[in-house]
């Protein structure tokens, strides 16, 4: 892969040509269509159509209905347009047609406002027959078409497009200017290699990528645009090759054969088994085996563990470590945020205090826990390879930090990191094993296309012993109802997490914000002390706040989404979110499994404000009826799309012009098999270039320079 060179191959160019080569495109055009759909003619070719519409469905005035499409003869018996008067706001010119033959009794009138009286008398005269396009309206008793799409002599019908794409517009643009310009660019498109194998053309009759482009702009057939349409489908699946091309050479990048040892030191691991005060569950004694043999083969490991909100991950992390650690070398946790870091850092101090490890916790200088001198030592221990794991956040992978022999890097919450990140913190070492986690489960499709670089394990079961999660869906008005209810769990000795989607109002939006919810509880419940954690905090007051919760010294939690992953404090089993319908599905989901730690029965209570989006019902509805994960990921990529699922750091590659995950999800298998058969076949990287140009996944290939 080293001999890859990143350039943009010859023969496409002219797809990278500016729009402002287009005829009509002006300077103030231009910046606008750069704005809103891109600088290049491919761009704008990937500007799809939102339908299309046959304006010869209907051309019968008799038949037609209110609001629909209709192109039909006239013949002008009466002409209004007065001489255009630019005093007046509104200027009315209405032209009195009769439709032809056995439709000559039905009257249609055409309406325009404010338009050129002489343009308008050029083309309407008395006696003339004339053909005209656009929408139909009832309006007092009467059928009539305001600004006509089309109207031309009968003679030139032809002028009118069978098939007329409609596209989304902004201002300064209409749709017959978006037509000229795409037809203008359909012709500019030049001829390019075919990338796909003879065999899938042949079994799915895919027509090349020229044509399925112009097809979809310049229809012959209402169905050209449809998802499922044999055009779409031959787009969808370039756009996918490229996704799975960009994923398997990133995976050539991380995954090089290693030299290592084959053989584990079990002992640290059967040590560690004898003192874990829980039994593991069945999935992740599979997962751990998986890791383990990925471990110990002589290629390098990249493996996501998914699993369910509490189901036992940082445990599996534990032990891969101590596979990883056992024959001399390092390991890393690396997490997004101080407040993971430090609680993954006491429990795994705590779970291993009886053993002979060198266990140490790395933030960054503003942040770090403790003196200077501290950090300092610390650094020199990664450095001389005393430290076995060690746990922190962006700081592992900064210039300064130096390891002896790292040898795994697991990363926590991976969706809070991106492709560079995995990469710098696998740099840090020679061959490093790679695990990422999360705790949000990825819908498969997802998976495929976002993570097709790895290998994924899954955690489904729930420690033995949790009792499921009440989740209950109210109204704001029921605040009185789930404060009483929160008076009397605390006199049994629960805690309680109360979430707000804020700190303060913004954009607008009637939010509730965490201080002032503070201030409220802290007023109704008087005695009761109540802690505060949010994002604008510095750290040692955050860590104050969960603390003092976590010993049960206060026992309510105000908090933004800061405690949405890693807070583990079990005495907690009431969870309240206010404007639930604010959040997506798996960010509720994952605030709820902040509860349900313990053998206790736990409560998530989802505050919504009135007159729900018909969205937001089936959200709130879903989240009632199901705590698996799983489920829930499927049901929000349908309901947000993948772009939201992921957050920006992933879902830059997958931000799909073609592809519809639903729709398309089954094209997923080919395009990996015909992703591998071009890396085999096309030795010169002619065609790849070619296809990851075009789907601009340049900054994937960009990771291969160098090897």
């Not at 255009?84 to 032809?100: A, D, Q």
């Not at 039905?106 to 003339?128: A, E, H, P, S």
């Not at 643009?173 to 001829?191: A, D, M, T, W, Y």
């Not at 994960?629 to 590659?653: C, M, V």
Request: glycine share 6%.
């Amino acid at each position: 892969m080293s001999n890859l060179i990143v350039q943009r191959p010859d023969n496409i160019f002219s797809l990278f040509a500016s729009l402002n080569n287009l005829n009509g495109v002006g300077e103030k055009k231009l910046k606008l269509l750069e704005k809103k759909i891109g600088p290049y003619l491919i761009n704008l070719l990937f500007y799809l159509p939102l339908g299309s519409i046959d304006r010869f469905k209907n051309t019968s005035l008799k038949t037609i209905q209110h609001n629909e499409i209709i192109t039909c003869e006239l013949e002008v018996l009466e002409v209004n347009i007065p001489p255009y008067n630019y005093r007046k706001k509104v200027n009315v010119s209405k032209i009195i047609t009769f439709g032809l033959n056995n439709e000559s009794n039905v009257r249609l009138d055409i309406i325009y406002f404010g338009q050129n009286t002489q343009y308008l008398k050029n083309i309407y005269q008395i006696g003339k027959k004339i053909i005209v396009s656009g929408k139909f309206e009832s309006f007092n008793g009467l059928g009539q078409i305001v600004h006509p799409d089309y109207v031309f002599p009968i003679k030139d019908k032809y002028k009118i497009p069978k098939i007329e794409n409609i596209y989304s517009l902004f201002e300064g643009v209409n749709q017959k200017f978006i037509s000229k310009i795409l037809k203008e660019s359909l012709k500019k498109i030049p001829e390019i290699p075919e990338w796909l194998s003879q065999r899938t053309l042949k079994d799915y009759q895919f027509v090349d990528w020229k044509t399925s482009i112009n097809k979809l702009h310049s229809p012959d057939d209402i169905s050209n645009n449809q998802l499922d349409s044999i055009f779409r489908k031959r787009l969808a699946l370039d756009e996918l090759i490229a996704n799975q091309l960009s994923m398997l050479m990133l995976k050539n990048k991380i995954s090089k054969v290693k030299i290592k040892s084959s053989e584990i030191n079990s002992k640290l691991v059967m040590d560690f088994y004898k003192i874990i005060p829980f039994q593991l569950t069945q999935n992740q004694e599979k997962v751990i085996n998986e890791i383990k043999e990925d471990i110990i083969t002589n290629s390098t490991m990249v493996r996501m563990l998914q699993g369910d909100v509490g189901s036992g991950k940082t445990i599996v992390a534990l032990i891969s470590m101590l596979h990883a650690i056992s024959d001399g070398s390092q390991a890393v946790l690396l997490v997004p945020t101080e407040i993971l870091a430090i609680q993954h850092y006491n429990s795994i101090k705590n779970l291993t205090k009886t053993m002979n490890l060198e266990i140490n916790l790395l933030l960054g200088e503003s942040r770090q826990v403790g003196s200077k001198k501290n950090r300092l030592e610390t650094i020199e221990k990664i450095k001389s390879g005393v430290s076995q794991i060690i746990i922190g956040t962006h700081a592992l992978f900064s210039k300064k930090i130096e390891y002896r022999n790292l040898s795994l890097a697991v990363i926590d919450e991976q969706h809070r990191f991106g492709v560079k990140q995995r990469l710098e913190i696998t740099e840090k070492g020679q061959n490093v094993d790679v695990l990422v986690m999360t705790a949000t489960p990825i819908p498969r499709s997802l998976a495929l296309t976002a993570y097709g670089d790895m290998n994924i394990s899954s955690i489904k079961e729930k420690p033995i012993g949790r009792i499921p999660i009440k989740t209950y869906v109210m109204p704001h008005s029921k605040l009185e109802d789930v404060l009483l209810s929160i008076r009397r769990a605390i006199s049994k000795g629960d805690l309680v997490y109360w979430v707000c989607p804020l700190i303060e109002e913004s954009e607008g939006l009637d939010l509730v914000a965490v201080n002032e919810r503070y201030e409220f509880l802290k007023n109704y419940f008087g005695n009761l002390q109540i802690s505060l954690v949010h994002g604008k905090q510095n750290q040692d007051e955050r860590e104050k706040s969960i603390e003092e919760f976590k010993i049960g010294k206060s026992k309510i939690l105000v908090a933004t989404t800061v405690i949405e992953v890693g807070v583990d404090i079990p005495d907690a089993t009431i969870m309240v979110i206010e404007c639930a319908e604010r959040f997506g599905l798996a960010q509720i989901h994952q605030l709820r499994g902040r509860v349900g730690r313990s053998s206790k029965q736990s409560s998530c209570i989802l505050l919504y404000k009135s007159q729900l989006t018909p969205v937001a019902h089936s959200r709130l509805k879903i989240l009632k009826e199901t705590d698996d994960g799983f489920e829930i990921a499927e049901n929000d990529l349908i309901l947000r799309g993948p772009g939201e699922i992921l957050g920006s750091k992933q879902s830059g590659n997958i931000d799909f012009k073609f592809v519809d995950l639903h729709i398309h999800g089954d094209l997923i298998s080919l395009a990996r098999k015909e992703a591998e058969y071009l890396l085999e076949t096309d030795t010169e990287f002619k065609k790849i270039n070619v296809l990851l140009s075009i789907f601009e996944n340049n900054e994937s290939i960009k990771l291969l320079k160098g090897g």
